[in-house]
């Protein structure tokens, strides 16, 4: 299947530093990646789409200056959380969708980063 | 309003007991997955349904997609203690010509606590 590998698996940060979160496509070429949210014992989130060589489309009440996304190639999409405070913290998971199988929809999931603000 | 009704959230049973997780929605969908999830993990995809009225088998589980395509089920038989997770349906919308081509709409989740 395919593989989606996420960086780091846990960053801890003070508060107002700016933190990336690595979303890699190991064995395929996304041309789009997600980004989602989850809080503890709740579903996923979604906060934005991630587009190779184009802007990123952000979900309603994403704040796109506070959580900006980069998608530079067909494997590699970043999230950076700027001037992170404690409410940001979270786990912030990605998924790349699969274009070969694009009938199905199909994505897939990295591990997930677990973002804790001090 | 949820778009994808996800039920029950929460289901702690006994081991060797069957258990059943609906997905329901008024929208029609394109497929639906089934992912798992475990504490500090990423879902995992178990399974897609694409048609109205498919039924997959995966060992003891069994995912059936409505006929309308507009629901789903997750049937787990003979529950084991490694079945505990996080189950979340999700479905795709399909190609609107819009931003929502890609998207998948995540049900609310079923968090599974199978006892020994």
Known sequence: GAVVSQHPSWVICKSGTSVKIECRSLDFQATTMFWYRQFPKQSLMLMATSNEGSKATYEQGVEKDKFLINHASLTLSTLTVTSAHPEDSSFYICSARNPTVLAKNIQYFGAGTRLSVL | ?116
């Open chain 2, 1 to 116: 309003t949820q778009l994808l009704e996800q039920s029950p959230q929460f289901l702690s049973i006994q081991e060797g007991e069957n258990l059943t997780v609906y997905c329901n929605s008024s929208s029609v969908f394109s497929s639906l997955q089934w992912y798992r999830q475990e504490p500090g993990e990423g879902p995992v995809l178990l399974v897609t349904v694409v048609t109205g009225g498919e039924v997959k088998k995966l060992k003891r589980l069994t995912f059936q997609f409505g006929d309308a395509r507009k629901d789903s089920s997750l049937h787990i038989t003979a529950a084991q203690p490694g079945d505990t997770g996080l189950y979340l349906c999700a479905g795709s919308l399909g190609w609107d010509g819009g931003t929502s081509y890609g998207k998948l709409t995540f049900g609310q989740g079923t968090i599974l606590t199978v006892h020994p």
